[in-house]
């Protein structure tokens, strides 16, 4: 006889209760910060069958995530992964002063849109949609401006996770809970409203007060690390010159090797885009930006050049072009392969940390192709 397992979709609705303390209290060094329990609803943690809790340091100025707002959905609670994408959209937002929507998906970004050309907020959702559409379907949508109701309508469309936004008007609240209590698409979509975004660390500088970047390990080992702030605060700390000296006279006519094209300022704008994205995408990471929009990411390969060709491949399966557009790489190239790959499909600018021993075959490639190649001199690997 057959099992029935369709009553397991229902573990998705229900919440898991664990047996988590309501405070708890660190103490690193002379510093003790307390901790209590969000007072938002929690579902599960990462799978339906894990209990899990989160914390909020007592009295923090800088609260954003911890003290969200449930505007809708917090009846059924947020899971693990909900605050996960959450956080990571607000990582990527807070680098913005323009208007500018990201959809998180698995903890990487699947679309980005930043106004470039006085778009409107339904109009820079929909591209950052059409990144990945495919992609998008059940993702975490993330903005830095007030969610407006043309907006809400265009969430509605497709099916969507959650909203995140530091305000929302009230006819688009009024859209996003139109489904509410029956079948229709998006009637558990959960709505929040952050505050504090900007507060959020994100430079070399930055006052950090604390706040500490907390993993552990399969043993239950805990690792603490300073949260990745990045020196690269406009394009003025682009090194749009780099150069590699050349200690063997046979090559490159015993000149020293260095980038000969220099980036347009369209060019640095978006490398400094899709850099910002891609502090925010598993590594390996690439990012292909054009016109303030993600074109395609590829995240989470072992190889450098498997990063840039899933990329590529993403990109033209979705339907885009990469002629025009730039590419971001969290890391060094180890070999001049990703340069050419790219330049195949008309990208025209770079932007690298440098740091390999074949950064000279990589600047090389960028002049064989004329491709702009820009350096960061830092690194932005994120390990999950």
Partial sequence: MATDVSSFKDV????????FPTHLTVTMGTQTV??????????YGTNPHQPFAAYVPINSTRLCIGNLEMLKGGKDGLSLTNL????????????????????????NPCGFKVQTHSETLEQIYRIARACDERS????????????????????????????VAPAYEEEAIAILRRNEGTKKLNNAIRVACVTNMQRIPKFVGDNIDG????????DGTLTFEIPYLTRIRSV???????????????????????????PTEQELEDCLTAWYVNINVRSNGIVFVKDGAAIAVGTGEQERIGAVEQAIDKAIKKGHSLRGAVMSSDAFFPQRDCIDAVAAHGVTAVVWPAGSLNDAAVIQAANDHGIALIATLERCFLHI
């Fill in 12 to 19: 998705y609705k229900t919440a898991v209760q664990g047996d």
């Fill in 236 to 262: 003025s700390d682009f090194i749009c010159d780099p150069m590699i000296p050349n200690k063997d006279p046979s090559k490159n006519n015993g000149q020293d090797f260095v980038v000969a094209r220099r």
């Fill in 84 to 107: 996960q994408d959450m956080s990571q959209a607000i990582n990527i937002l807070k680098y913005f002063n323009k208007p500018a929507c990201t959809i998180m998906k698995h903890v």
């Fill in 136 to 163: 998008a379907f059940g993702g975490i949508v993330g903005f830095n401006v007030t969610v407006d109701a043309p907006t809400a309508e265009a969430i509605m469309e497709t099916f969507i996770e959650g909203v």
């Fill in 34 to 43: 307390t901790y209590t329990a969000v007072s938002i609803p929690l579902r």
């Fill in 211 to 218: 706040l500490y970047t907390v993993r552990s390990l399969v």
